[in-house]
């Protein structure tokens, strides 16, 4: 008999939790005092990222810079990166500790789990929302309800709706028999690769996967990976045993590679751009005769969200939902509005206050609280911005109307920046360009029906999209005729922004495979189910009645 010892017998119900409430950091409050105090401490030295596998904290020779997008001289980490031979260890430190995670009992596990909750909307909340700040270049808003709020909350949602899965069980004892299922984490390691943009998504990967009894080799964002290690170094003081999470960085290739030609490789959580995605699935594919199961591919991928105005819209709210749903966080949420479809009475109404409030938009420091867009992520993201920029502004078609400049020289700022176009199917339409980016269309009011088609087949993607309208039949038919374009709709509101509890979210198309963040369902990938029938009652003859004597 090996593990531990769980003198425990009791049912164990985990009722719906309340999302954590977001906190202003309102200036000069005592919470943004101290928020601002961590993030003077956080920019005063350069901590050293390590890898961690089977609870072993390791740092590596080959070293990379973590900088501050918007102020990129500032170096805020030296991320240690993984030689092939860490990540085969990371897989076996994974497969070692299985045995004993995956016979943890549920609730021993997910209080782990709770226990990182508390220690990040407590003891960490402002050293998670000052790396989040420094790292993503984040408002003091969109870090609080990034990796504080919106963590947490998947958290405790998340140990709701395990319970919920691990308590749905078949009719136990019926006609001398007993049934049960038994839900079991995958037979093998998960491997969890995670996006810069959401310090809430590279907490939640590993941790969903790692609720369901599931070991996991976890490739954060290199771009990210100061908000990524504060959590890493939650979930280990809040108890979670060595091997169950290895974090490993460099680069992904790499790490993927290994892992994906594992025979023991169970399944991939991954959160990142379409083409990054279709390459790890085709790789999976080409080793399928080697795996010892079917592995589970769970993908959310990129975006090219429409928000779509009807004559019947509400002008401002419209107004509001492209500010908010296109620039927040620079764009650089999979969820952000990049095109818009606005008919040509509500948008005669807007055109010109929306391209001056977009204009007014204060773009910089992000400890600055005037600040409504910081720095995007990197040099690479910058230049794919300004290129787009530069390109959309050759185009005839397309009329500059707010924006269109941008600065490398302290921070990789973009301004944001809209074009109106009179060509829908122009490369602005289709692309997602991950940035602060807006191209709106002017249709005319009696149109409303061929602009929803033309929306739906623009874009290869499916994530999210808003349709603004107070016609119920405008919104009938845009429901109808909208139905596989996104796996996320809006009604009057922006396409981006979600509580968890409350929505659900992932996308379908090229957007991902729609197995809904905040759902029981992104956890019911994770296990593997055993159906148990007992008999208490065993026939002792062979022979059945219809044949007699
Ligand atoms: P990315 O695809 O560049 O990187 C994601 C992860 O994959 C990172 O950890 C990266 O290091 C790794 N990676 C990069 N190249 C790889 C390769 N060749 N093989 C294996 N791994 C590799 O994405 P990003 O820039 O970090 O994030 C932005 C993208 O993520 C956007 O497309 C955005 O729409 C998408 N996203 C989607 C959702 C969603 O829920 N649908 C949420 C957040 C972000």
């Not at 002008?315 to 908010?324: D, N």
């Not at 845009?478 to 374009?485: G, N």
Request: charged share 20%; aromatic share 8%.
């Amino acid at each position: 008999m090996t593990g531990a010892i769980h003198p425990i017998a009791g049912n164990f119900n985990v009722p719906l939790p309340a999302n954590e409430p977001v906190h202003d950091y309102a200036p000069g409050s005592p919470e943004a005092d101290a928020l601002l105090a961590e993030i003077k401490r956080l920019s005063s030295m350069t901590q050293d990222i390590p890898l961690q596998i089977g609870g072993e904290v390791i740092h590596t020779e080959r070293t990379q810079p973590v900088v501050c997008p918007h102020d990129h001289r500032l170096v805020l980490g030296n991320l240690s990166l993984a030689e092939e031979s860490h990540v085969h260890r990371a897989i076996e430190a994974a497969l070692e500790a299985r045995h004993s995670w995956a016979r943890m009992p549920w609730w021993e596990r997910i209080t782990i789990f709770l226990r990182a909750a508390e220690l990040i909307t407590g003891k960490y909340r402002d050293e998670v929302n000052a790396a989040t700040m420094l790292n993503q270049s984040k408002t003091f808003h969109q870090a609080e309800i990034d990796g504080v709020c919106e963590l947490a909350d998947l958290i405790r949602f998340n140990a709701h709706y395990a319970a919920e899965i691990y308590n749905r069980q078949p009719q136990a004892v019926q006609g001398g028999e007993n049934n049960y299922l038994d839900q079991r984490g995958l037979e093998g390691f998960v491997l969890a690769v995670s996006p810069f943009n959401f310090t809430n998504i590279a907490g939640q990967l590993p941790m969903t996967a790692a609720m369901m009894g599931n070991t996991v080799v976890w490739k954060p964002s290199e771009k990210s990976a100061l908000s990524t290690d504060v959590i890493r170094r939650i979930y280990e003081e809040a108890g979670l045993p060595p091997g169950v999470i290895n974090t490993v960085h460099g680069d992904g290739a790499m790490v993927s590679d290994i892992c994906l030609a594992h025979p023991e490789f169970a399944g991939m959580a991954f959160v990142g751009s379409t083409q990054v995605f279709r390459e790890l699935w085709r790789k999976t594919a080409d080793h399928i005769d080697s795996y010892r199961s079917y592995p589970r591919l769970v993908g959310e991928t990129g975006g090219k969200n429409a928000v779509l105005a009807h004559p019947s819209a509400d002008p401002q709210a419209v107004k509001t939902g492209l500010t908010r749903g296109a620039f927040e966080f620079q764009g650089q949420k999979c969820s952000a509005a990049s095109r818009a479809y606005v008919a040509r009475s509500v948008w005669k109404q807007i055109r010109d206050e929306y391209a001056a409030q977009v204009d007014g938009l204060v773009v910089g420091d992000v400890t600055d609280h005037r600040t409504f867009l910081g720095a995007v992520i990197d040099e690479t993201a910058y230049d794919r911005l300004t290129d787009a920029i530069e390109r959309a502004q050759q185009l005839d078609s397309h009329t500059l109307i707010a924006g269109g400049t941008s600065d490398k020289g302290v921070g990789y700022f973009v301004r944001p920046t809209v074009f109106e176009s009179t060509d829908p199917t122009a490369f602005t339409f289709e692309t997602e360009f991950f940035g602060p980016l807006l191209v709106v269309h002017v249709f005319e009011d009696d149109q409303w029906e061929e602009t929803l088609r033309l929306a739906d087949r623009t874009s290869p993607y499916g994530l999210t999209c808003s349709v603004y309208a107070t016609d119920r039949s405008a919104i009938g038919q845009a429901l109808d005729i909208l139905r596989d374009t996104s796996g996320y709709l809006a009604i009057n509101d922006k396409p981006a922004g979600m509580s968890i509890g409350k929505q659900q979210f992932a996308g379908s198309r090229a957007s991902g495979t729609n197995d809904k963040i905040g759902s029981p369902l992104a956890l019911q990938r994770w296990v593997s189910g055993r159906f148990i029938k007992e008999n208490l009652a065993p026939d002792t003859d062979y022979r059945y009645p219809y044949m007699g004597d």
